[in-house]
């Protein structure tokens, strides 16, 4: 018989199996490319291919005309200009994420806001990269100037800052029309919050992020086997 989760068993385990063997295969400008060999509760190994990541943060920003802010940015991987929210790497060493979700507000939308909650935590591809992002929920927006040394490069300086209508971007989601996994999971856990328990019951915006702790310590253990092997 397949059981019933208590409420109180819902939710993600920090785990980390055994680690027999790791190599990086290729590196590149953010991300490693590894293969680990792992052992399996059954006594058991396997080999598993995944892409390190720093992890990143993305925003949305709604302000009091029920609009949200939004990019669109070329992705030349998936060959798509997509309808994002402002988001950005964790990868200024240290950097808090409250703070690098500031940052990137102001460099990508020239925005700034009073009130900020976490809206959801996510992992985007846990089969295949060890990706973690944290989305927030901005509000009380304002003018913002570029942070000082920001000069946008690459498809940043091709993206298109735009306003969209919260109940506009909700029904694109719903229709398949908008993809990118920050702006879906986004604005989905604005509109579960805001039609819920409301607004006021998200967590602050210094709640806890396990995931990052977690990977943390798997990179640790990556590290140590690498300098054994």
């Known amino acids: 018989m397949i059981r019933v989760l208590a409420a ?6 920090s785990q980390l ?3 027999i063997e790791h190599a990086v295969l290729a590196s590149g400008n953010v991300c ?3 293969v ?3 052992s399996t509760p059954d006594g058991g190994s396997m ?3 995944y892409t390190l990541h720093p992890g990143a943060v993305g925003v949305i920003a709604w302000d009091e005309a029920d609009r949200i802010a939004v990019v669109l940015q070329y992705r030349h991987p998936v060959a798509h200009q997509l309808v994002e929210p402002p988001a950005g790497l964790l990868d200024q060493g240290g950097e808090d994420y409250l703070a690098a979700a500031q940052r990137e507000l102001a460099e990508e939308a020239g925005l700034a806001a009073a009130d900020w909650r976490v809206l959801v935590d996510m992992f985007t591809t846990p089969g295949a990269n060890q990706e973690s992002v944290r989305i927030y929920l901005a509000r009380g927006l304002s003018p913002a100037p570029v942070p000082e040394g920001f000069v946008a490069e690459s498809e940043e300086a091709a993206m298109e800052v735009a306003w969209a209508a919260r109940a506009d971007l909700v029904a694109a989601v719903l229709a398949g029309r908008l993809q990118n996994p920050v702006m879906v999971a986004g604005v989905l856990a604005l ?5 819920g328990d409301g607004l006021d019951e998200l967590r602050p915006a210094e709640a806890d992020w396990p995931a990052r702790r977690a990977r943390e310590a798997q990179n640790r253990e990556l590290k140590d086997a690498a ?3």
């Open 8 to 13: 109180d068993e819902i939710g993600d385990r």
């Open 17 to 19: 199996w055994p680690l």
């Open 32 to 34: 490693d490319f590894v």
């Open 36 to 38: 680990d060999t792992v």
């Open 47 to 49: 080999t598993r291919q």
């Open 191 to 195: 509109e579960v919050a805001r039609l």
């Open 227 to 229: 300098n054994s092997g």
